[in-house]
């Protein structure tokens, strides 16, 4: 490994890190690439090694938000457990739906975000379903 | 109106589904799911999402472990800046305002979903 990859590696992860505890993801949106970029790892390999890291890293950040008052562990803890679930429901619609619609698909959370727009409003709007409609209907 | 339970099946069922799909944690979901659906305030949603992911991430890297793709090495010469980093990131979230990390996690949604479709 050369120098400038190990130094782009630290970087990156350091990077990752931030971006992880400042928004709670595990950070594999960086940890990808840059084990793509730097160790010329596969597509399978760098996403394998990057959600070993992540459980390092989403334990640390998990723990620490703990001591500020940010963990509800058991909500955190059902939600985790109960994902498999949604891998099974995942694999399959991989398999059966067409690639540009996954493509499509994966930027909702951003669209959803983007016409709620701040959360403190979905608060005032108790934060329901019915809220979220609302929200909907008032923002542009 | 589903109960709060429901709701909690609900984000671990997307969660799981997004993560088979594209190869990503889930905290993109979880974040906005736990807000929206469940009320919590910006920062718990963070710390909670990070705990599931805890759990998330260990199945998958279990389930790659067994076929051989985790280059343990590699994961901590990656990793150990990362648990600096969010230590530091953590920490940098208390002292700002919560507006700050809702418009940081739009902007990383919108990126990483721009990058995406592009791509």
């Known amino acids: ?140 | 109106m589903p109960s709060r339970r429901l709701r909690l099946v609900g984000i671990g069922t997307a969660a799981g589904a997004f993560s088979a799909l594209f190869g990503v944690g889930g905290g993109t979901v979880i974040v906005p799911l736990l807000i929206f659906w469940l009320a919590y305030e910006d920062r718990e949603a963070t710390g909670t999402s990070l705990a599931a992911i805890v759990v998330i991430a260990a199945l998958g890297a279990g389930a790659h472990a067994l076929y051989g793709n985790v280059d343990p090495l590699a994961g901590l010469l990656i990793g150990a800046p990362a648990v600096a980093g969010v230590l530091a990131g953590t920490a940098l979230q208390q002292r700002l305002p919560e507006r700050f990390v809702s418009t940081a996690f739009a902007v990383l949604l919108v990126t990483s979903a721009t990058v995406l479709v592009l791509s």
């Open chain 1, 1 to 140: 490994m050369e120098a400038t990859d190990l130094i782009g590696l630290l970087v990156i992860g350091g990077a990752a890190g931030v971006v992880s505890g400042l928004v709670g993801v595990g950070g594999g949106v960086l940890f990808v690439p840059g084990l793509v970029l730097f160790l010329e790892q596969t597509q399978v390999e760098a996403e394998a090694t990057s959600l070993f890291a992540v459980v390092g890293v989403a334990a640390v950040g998990a723990y620490r938000q703990g001591g500020y008052g940010n963990l509800r562990l058991r909500d955190g803890l059902l939600v985790g457990v109960l994902s498999p679930l949604g891998v099974v429901v995942g694999t399959v619609v991989a398999n059966e739906a067409p690639e540009r619609a996954l493509q499509i698909l994966r930027s909702a959370p951003a669209v959803l975000r983007l016409s709620l727009g701040a959360p403190g409003d979905a608060q005032r709007r108790g934060g329901s379903i019915r809220g979220l409609e609302r929200g909907v209907m008032f923002r542009p």
